[in-house]
């Protein structure tokens, strides 16, 4: 499994002269917690940052900011961390705790945008894979005890529990 088959691929993107309120808008509507935020003319669209409803809460809330007037392109840095789509589990991590961020853009082949992939998308798709290994080791106990016979009941016997005096 790679981070192509896990990542999310409609991505929601604003331009960078949005409002947060906007933002705020589409990610209600689309139920997500980040937009990617663009900036360029149609055909010539480039990414520069991704802002998430902790983004918003933290730095524009928290400060007071107007959410109708202030462009969400004031509270993105610019750098954005991105992985191919054959990029595995493990690099995505290991991407993901070297830039300290929650979310990658995953890269076609050809460097397009493929989609985006979040802690949570990793989250449950880990969870999938240790649910998988919980079951098939249910079943390899099941099959285990389907082929051998029962023992014969041993009785336990008496033990006798030994006590230290306390010093």
């Known amino acids: 499994m790679n981070i192509g088959d896990i990542c999310t691929r409609e991505v929601v993107m604003a331009d960078r002269g949005s409002s947060l309120q906007q933002a705020a808008a589409l990610m209600r509507e689309h139920h ?51 992985v191919p789509a054959t990029t595995s589990i493990d690099d995505a991590v290991a991407t993901m705790k070297e830039q300290g961020v929650r979310r990658l853009l995953v890269a076609s082949d050809s460097g397009e945008l493929y989609g985006i992939v979040s802690l ?22 099941e099959r285990e005890s389907g082929r051998r016979p029962p023992l014969p009941r041993v009785e336990p016997q008496a033990i006798r529990i030994l006590q230290y005096p306390s010093a």
């Not at 949570?120 to 106990?141: F, K, N, P, T």
């Open 32 to 82: 997500v917690g980040s937009v990617l935020v663009v900036a360029g003319s149609p055909g010539a669209t480039q990414a520069v940052g991704i802002l998430t409803d902790r983004d918003m809460v933290v730095d524009a809330v928290a400060r007071g900011l107007d959410v109708a007037q202030t462009e969400i392109g004031r509270l993105t840095d610019g750098k954005l961390a991105c």
């Open 120 to 141: 949570d998308d990793l989250l449950g798709a880990l969870a999938h894979e240790v649910s998988d290994l919980a079951y098939a080791m249910r079943r390899g106990i």
